[in-house]
């Protein structure tokens, strides 16, 4: 299955604005180009740690146990350059969705970002990617995510939410696949664009949003939610897809914390709807 997985890696162009360094499941690649997971580094960095601070790197192994697939990484930083937050891609291909031909559509996806110096708590994000656009889809329900903090408290939790969190991810995968099962109508497909483009630009903006219902391939046809929920995900922060109010290309969502907070909610409408 893992072999399989790659193959449909390789062969998908990721069109990602994230900007995330691949890095084919191998941990020493990931510090190598995330130095800040690296306990020393940032002490070198006068970088202080707080006493009980939660290691990612201790996080990443712990789900690798779990058949978590690294995808990739990045490092976050402030105003005068310096490293504040990281931020890692997870992936695990025995939770997927399968289309009508029963190929692999989507895997099972999970965000970690966490600061390098415990100020914010470590934060981690199920949902799903779909391997044809290279989207990652968070979902936002009350066992999709876990905060744990820079505690003596959150450090001797961490396992017990570590292993709770892999054993949700099949209901999260559940969630998203109910999606495949509920056509809308025209009303409600326009609808649901306006409020994501209001997630995106705020109440009242002026961006057309039919354009995120426009079909970019044969895929994207369909009016069950999950098509729909991935034609207007895949439009609105992509670049060049659509257009502001003077018909000018707009660019995709490139922060990190942005991406998450709009694919958050744009699940949470998406399953309103369902």
């Known amino acids: 299955m893992l072999n399989q997985f790659i193959h449909l890696k390789q062969n998908n162009m990721i069109r990602n604005n994230l900007n995330l360094i691949p890095l084919n499941n191998n941990i020493d690649k990931l510090v190598a180009f995330v130095p800040s997971l690296n306990k020393d580094w940032r002490n070198n960095q006068l970088i202080k740690s707080k006493p009980f601070q939660i290691e990612s790197l201790d996080v990443v192994r712990e789900f690798q146990q779990q058949g978590w697939y690294i995808k990739g990484a990045n490092e976050i930083r402030d105003k005068s350059r310096k490293i504040k937050n990281h931020f890692i891609k997870m992936e695990h291909p025995d939770f997927m969705i399968r289309d009508k031909k029963g190929k692999i559509e989507a895997v099972a996806n999970m965000t970690i970002q966490n600061s390098c110096n415990g100020s914010k708590p470590l934060e981690m994000d199920l949902g799903v990617y779909r391997m044809i656009c290279s989207n990652g889809a968070v979902a936002h329900t009350s066992y999709s995510n876990a905060k744990v903090s820079h505690t003596e408290k959150g450090l001797y939790s961490l396992n017990e939410i570590l292993c709770d969190l892999g054993i949700r991810t099949q209901g999260v995968i559940n969630e998203f696949d109910k999606l495949k099962h509920k056509d809308l109508s025209a009303r409600e497909m326009m609808a649901l664009a306006s409020d994501a483009a209001n997630v995106r630009f ?7 949003a039919a354009q995120l219902l426009n079909v970019i391939r044969d895929e994207d046809k369909g009016n069950d939610i999950w098509t729909v929920f991935n034609r207007i995900q895949e439009n609105l922060t992509q670049s060049n ?15 990190v914390y942005e991406d998450t907070r709009i694919n958050k909610e744009l699940f949470q409408l998406a399953h309103s709807y369902a």
Do not use: H, Q, T
């Open 202 to 208: 705020g109440i009242g903006n002026k961006v057309n």
């Open 241 to 255: 897809r659509i257009k502001d109010a003077n018909m000018k290309l707009l660019g995709g969502v490139s922060n």
